[in-house]
């Protein structure tokens, strides 16, 4: 027998409903408010929830999204009714993640139509096994700001940042540049007839980090549970998303996503991802971005592709200002050695080398990195493979081979162990 728990605070209405489903095969807890009705959906795991807008305590848009935002629940069906029938509160329903919304007063045919395509009682997942197997990296776009087509960008490639990793049946993805339309494809290629659960880590909502989300088909398909994290610098993450996927922009809304979408903000320097540990730390770049650590049994992946060294830049600006307070090339170098902690013998790290020695002083404040800069914080911190990523779109393969040339003399130089590879699109690295 299916469970299903109802929210409503008119009797009237829960006995209709129960009516509704006499023979149906169903049980029907009942909940005046909420409040009460979400303490019953954590206890009873449903494979539905009806739940009216006005409910008490808590409504019912909010109601979906508590629901939305526990993995577990993610295969729930919300239904939310109302007697309402404005086209903003059926929006407004189908943007808060639920299945459908039925206006009042709802004929039995159209509720148990509702609730067909509830198999029957949802199970609390266990997270994916990750203690087990290996750690895949797989290079989906590398390139930063645009995207950069064409025949002199082919050996590395010109799509913006997307790279996926895998930790045993864990999928986490880094970012929503062009990148990510192929993945997408390749993911539900791979999950055609199996359940697919993504994770996504967003740095920041500048435009080559999330371009490419509008073309991520798994969030359009109701087999996938996609949890998004990450936090936008004015905006909520959902909306600066959304705005991208205004009419004006693209032809299909935010709030057409499939209903297995879940948004998280960031709040604090680690998370955990179905039992996996993630770190992240403030880059130094605009619009409030982030740069994460991936802690997996098979070793450390860091991922911060925009960021500006803080001494590099303090020194530069003493070259063109004049001097600088010795207090000022302090707190530079401070900063800097968080950098270092935060990277401390990490098995991998992809982050942003976006130029070289000569172009860096002309981009100053532009929120990206120098190359030698980026080398020489990787050997203090003892990095074991350092990807240069965020590609300049102006590079082509032949600059990108002579700057991976002069890091790796840079790094044989100093006389580290420390590998060195300039990311490519198709590439892989596997951790055992």
Request: aromatic content about 6%.
């Amino acid at each position: 027998m299916k469970t299903l728990v109802l929210i409503d605070s008119d009797p009237d209405s829960r006995a209709l409903f129960c009516e509704c489903l006499t023979g149906q095969d169903w049980r029907v807890i009942q909940a005046e408010d909420g409040e009460t009705g979400l303490a019953l959906v954590e206890e009873h795991q449903p494979a539905a929830v009806v739940c009216d807008l006005r409910a008490p305590k808590r409504n019912g848009f909010r109601v979906c999204q508590d629901i939305r935002k526990q993995v577990h629940l993610s295969d729930t069906r919300v239904v939310l009714t109302g007697v309402s029938r404005f086209a903003s509160d059926r929006n407004t329903a189908q943007a808060v993640g639920a299945n459908i919304y039925l206006p009042k007063p709802i004929r039995p045919a159209d509720l148990r139509n509702a609730l067909d395509e509830c198999d029957g009682q949802v199970a609390v997942e266990a997270a994916p096994t990750v203690l087990t197997g290996l750690t895949v990296v797989r290079f989906w776009g590398v390139r930063g700001s645009i995207p950069s087509p064409g025949l002199q960008t082919a050996k590395f490639g010109g799509n913006t940042s997307c790279v996926e990793v895998r930790v045993g049946e864990l999928i986490i993805v880094l970012d929503a540049g062009s990148g990510i339309r192929r993945l997408g494809q390749s993911l539900m290629r791979e999950f055609r007839d199996k359940k697919l659960r993504v994770t996504m880590l967003i740095t920041h909502t500048h435009w080559d980090h999330i371009q490419g989300f509008p073309f991520f088909i798994p969030a359009y398909s109701p087999k996938a549970n996609v949890r998004i994290l990450g936090s936008g610098a004015v905006h909520s993450l959902r909306n600066a998303l959304g705005e991208q996927m205004q009419d004006a922009f693209f032809p299909v809304r935010l709030n057409e996503l499939a209903s297995h979408v879940v948004w998280d903000e960031l709040s604090g320097s680690e998370v955990e991802v179905e039992g996996l540990k993630v770190l992240n730390i403030h880059a130094n770049h605009p619009a409030m971005c982030r740069g994460y650590r991936i802690c997996t049994p098979q070793g450390d992946v860091v991922y911060m592709p925009d960021h500006e060294g803080y001494e590099r830049n303090a020194l530069e600006r003493q070259k063109l200002n004049g001097e600088v307070a010795p207090a000022l090339i302090d707190d530079a170098r401070k900063r800097d050695q968080e950098i270092v902690e935060f990277l401390r013998e990490a098995d991998v790290v992809i982050t942003d080398t976006q130029y070289d020695n000569a172009e860096y002083p002309g981009r100053l404040d532009w929120g990206h990195s120098c190359v030698d800069d980026v080398v020489d914080i990787a050997m203090r911190a003892g990095v074991g493979h350092l990807f240069l990523f965020h590609h300049d779109p102006d590079h082509n393969d032949e600059k990108m081979e002579a700057m991976l040339a002069d890091a790796k003399e840079r790094v044989a130089a100093a006389g580290s162990s420390m590998l060195v590879s300039a990311a490519r699109e198709g590439a892989e690295i596997v951790l055992e």
